[in-house]
């Protein structure tokens, strides 16, 4: 089974500060999608950034980046310049072969302080 | 384009009772997949519907049940309220591409209360 790893329950940042979420997963595919959602107190999941397996040059967004190793099959997420708005809730997730469904992990509750 | 919408946002239900949910996808996006969120669980895939079908399914009993329309509109079902069931539905549709991978963008969620 496809499992995705979130370790970090929930994180501070000061405004205008970076920090960084991780996440593991666990796949035997060969190709496959990584995504980080954003969702803040209105439950809406947001897209906050998308990595394809098969490309070795990080994803970037705006302030978002990825850091993907795959290898080590990690995938954290850098938010530069953290705004108020930031503060959510973040998974990190899996979509493992295209047409399966996405697998989530339990999430990182980001706090931003001002 | 519009995003997923979802309706109603608000349920509150009674045990035994049945609910209907409904999903209207991106124009254009083929697939509609839903999921259950709740604090214990988590994100949870219920099933996911593509030209009609079933394509995928989750492991929740029976009660839970879907349907998708041919404007891809899509409607979930669950008979025989249950406590547990209280929870945040949320929707997501993508567009299947024929080669590579999809992206599943989600609707604002039904929270589903059960009394």
């Known amino acids: 089974a496809q499992t995705v790893t979130q370790s970090q329950p929930e994180m501070s940042v000061q405004e205008a500060e970076t920090v960084t979420l991780s996440c593991t997963y666990d796949?035997?595919?060969?190709?496959?999608?990584l995504f980080w959602y954003k969702q803040p107190p209105s439950r809406q999941m947001i897209l906050v950034i998308r990595?394809?397996?098969?490309?070795?040059q990080n994803a970037t967004e705006n302030r978002f980046s990825v850091n993907f190793q795959k290898a080590a099959k990690s995938f954290s997420l850098k938010i530069s310049d953290s705004q108020l708005g930031d503060a959510a809730m973040y998974f990190c997730?899996?979509?493992?072969?295209?047409?399966?469904?996405?697998?989530f992990g339990k999430g990182t509750r980001l706090s931003v302080i001002a | 384009k519009a995003g997923v919408t979802q309706t109603p946002r608000y349920l509150i239900k009674t045990r035994g009772q049945q609910v209907t949910l409904s999903c209207s996808p991106i124009?254009?996006?083929?697939?509609v997949s839903w999921y259950q969120q709740t604090p214990g669980q988590g994100l949870q895939f219920l099933f996911e519907?593509?030209?009609?079908?079933?394509?995928n399914k989750g492991n929740f009993p029976g009660r839970f049940s879907g349907r998708q329309f041919s404007n891809s509109r899509s409607e979930m079902n669950v008979s025989t309220l249950e406590l547990g069931d209280s929870a945040l539905y949320l929707c997501?549709?993508?567009?299947?591409?024929?080669?590579?991978?999809?992206?599943?963008?989600f609707g604002p969620g039904t929270r589903l209360t059960v009394l």
């Open positions: 997501a549709s993508s567009f299947v591409l024929a080669i590579g991978l999809d992206t599943q963008y």
């Open positions: 796949t035997s595919e060969s190709d496959y999608y």
């Open positions: 990595q394809e397996a098969y490309k070795q």
């Open positions: 997730a899996s979509n493992p072969s295209g047409n399966t469904p996405l697998v």
């Open positions: 124009s254009g996006h083929r697939s």
């Open positions: 519907y593509f030209s009609e079908t079933q394509r």
